[in-house]
């Protein structure tokens, strides 16, 4: 069975601090992984990577994959109160009928106070 | 832009009672999925399908069931409702050949 955990659970920080969020996870065939964020309602696409690109970088935010440690790192330097939110790891199933079926970790609450 | 809508964002049932919960897509994408998201559990896959008629259970499929008569449409079907359901319900829809699912704004259904 697939498994992704995702660390720390929760985190507050003021703003302008760097913050990095944790994703490690345990897949029978891996092909991606991918973080979303999600605010008030519905989680919004940010970030996949694959064994041919394992980092990516939009702004403020980067992200970081590594194969060896099973584990990938998302990055935020000089958050803002609108980073606030829920980051959720995930990564897909790759095989038979279920192929492309996403695990997903419990996610980290992050919480930026001005 | 992919576009996926759900019937309520509230909705307010009573134990026992029978609820639909409705998610439409606005292009041909066969994978459809259903999540509940609860605090500290993350998302949590129900049901998925991946063609008209076709559907598999996912991680936490019991006391639910799901429809699929068109493409566009998936259904997830609450056949005697209980507090233990009351969570977010969040549609999503796989494009094409990318692992990348995108979400509706979810449901937030509360059990009486």
């Known amino acids: 069975e697939d498994k992704v955990v995702q660390s720390p659970l929760s985190l507050v920080v003021h703003e302008g601090d760097t913050v990095t969020l944790n994703c490690s996870y345990e897949?029978?065939?891996?092909?991606?992984l991918l973080w979303y964020k999600q605010e008030k309602k519905a989680p919004t696409f940010l970030f996949m990577l694959t064994s041919s690109g394992i980092e990516k970088k939009s702004g403020r935010l980067s992200s970081i994959l590594d194969k060896k440690e099973l584990s990938s790192i998302l990055n935020i330097t000089a958050t803002q109160t609108g980073d606030s939110a829920i980051y959720l790891c995930a990564v897909p199933y790759a095989g038979g009928t279920s192929y492309g079926k996403l695990t997903f970790g419990q996610g980290t609450i992050l919480t930026v106070h001005p | 832009d992919v576009k996926v809508t759900q019937s309520s964002r509230y909705l307010v049932k009573r134990t026992g009672e029978k609820v639909f919960l409705e998610c439409v897509q606005d292009?041909?994408?066969?994978?459809m999925f259903w999540y509940r998201q609860d605090p500290g559990l993350g998302l949590r896959l129900i049901y998925f399908?991946?063609?008209?008629?076709?559907?598999e259970k996912g991680d936490i499929p019991e006391g639910y069931s799901v429809s699929r008569e068109k493409k566009e449409r998936f259904s997830l079907i609450l056949e005697s409702a209980s507090t233990n359901q009351t969570s977010m319900y969040l549609c999503?829809?796989?494009?094409?050949?990318?692992?990348?699912?995108?979400f509706g704004p979810g449901t937030r259904l509360t059990v009486l």
């Open positions: 999503a829809i796989r494009t094409g050949g990318s692992d990348t699912q995108y």
């Open positions: 897949v029978t065939n891996f092909r991606s």
């Open positions: 399908s991946y063609d008209v008629k076709m559907k």
């Open positions: 292009m041909d994408h066969e994978n």
